[in-house]
């Protein structure tokens, strides 16, 4: 079983930054992908960023040049650096870890106020 576990969720204005972290159970290595989805009210969940256990990377369209995923596989933990953050960026954020089964983390919220 893997255990997923975010934070660095919370109110920032636009133009801020922010740093969320995923903090897994097992090693990441051990995993083909790990990503940030998002999820606003409403609205589809959504692939934000992904990293595979190779380091190759993929980006939503939408956070190209502001969002960077990044991982720490002594710490088992991947990260999402948000910079230039815009209103429309306000959703929970869940950590993903996708193998032969998908694995979801709690989420966190993220706000982002104009």
């Known amino acids: 079983q893997v255990q997923l576990v975010e934070s660095g969720g919370g109110w920032v204005q636009a133009g801020g930054s922010l740093r969320l972290s995923c903090a897994a159970s097992v090693s990441i290595m051990s995993v083909n992908t790990m990503g940030w989805y998002r999820q606003a009210p409403g609205k589809r969940r959504e692939l934000v960023a992904a990293?595979?256990?190779?380091?190759?990377?993929n980006y939503a369209d939408s956070v190209k040049g502001r969002f960077t995923i990044s991982r720490d596989n002594a710490k088992n933990t991947v990260y999402l650096q948000m910079n230039s953050l815009k209103p429309e960026d306000t959703a929970v954020y869940y950590c993903?870890?996708?193998?032969?089964?998908?694995?979801w983390g709690k989420g966190t919220l993220v706000t982002v106020s104009s």
């Open positions: 993903n870890a996708d193998s032969n089964i998908r694995y």
């Open positions: 990293i595979t256990s190779g380091g190759s990377t």
